[in-house]
């Protein structure tokens, strides 16, 4: 079964970090393209990160461009999401997802999706 999860959301102070995980099982993820997606009830799914798989080149939407790092482990099947200088409109569920083609802003575009998980920024 091809399957992707996420994991180390959580709730965090502003300002602070959090790493998430995207693990693949059933399939390897050296040849996607990993995107990260955030969503807010009511709101569209929006394209945070995305880290090709051809050259592991990075793309970063504005609102988190030098606080977020996107990167991918080979030997662990898996791409981080190292969150920075967390703030409190960063609060969403955040979804990684695969593409086999290349990055894409438009999540219809990606094949496989993890369930998502919860990060909340609050004091």
């Known amino acids: 079964q091809l399957q992707l999860v996420e994991s180390g959301g959580g709730l965090v102070q502003p300002g602070g970090s959090l790493r998430l995980s995207c693990s693949a099982s059933g399939f390897t993820l050296d040849y996607y393209a990993i995107g990260w997606f955030r969503q807010v009830p009511g709101k569209e799914r929006e394209g945070v990160s995305c880290?090709?798989?051809?050259?592991?080149?990075?793309y970063y939407t504005n609102s988190v461009k030098g606080r977020f790092t996107i990167s991918r482990d080979n030997a662990k099947n898996t791409v981080y999401l190292q969150m920075n200088s967390l703030k409190p409109e960063d609060t969403a569920v955040y979804y990684c997802a695969a593409d086999s083609f290349s990055c894409d802003n438009n999540y219809a575009n990606y094949d496989y999706w993890g369930q998502g998980t919860q990060v909340t920024v609050s004091s």
């Open positions: 880290i090709s798989g051809t050259d592991s080149s990075t």
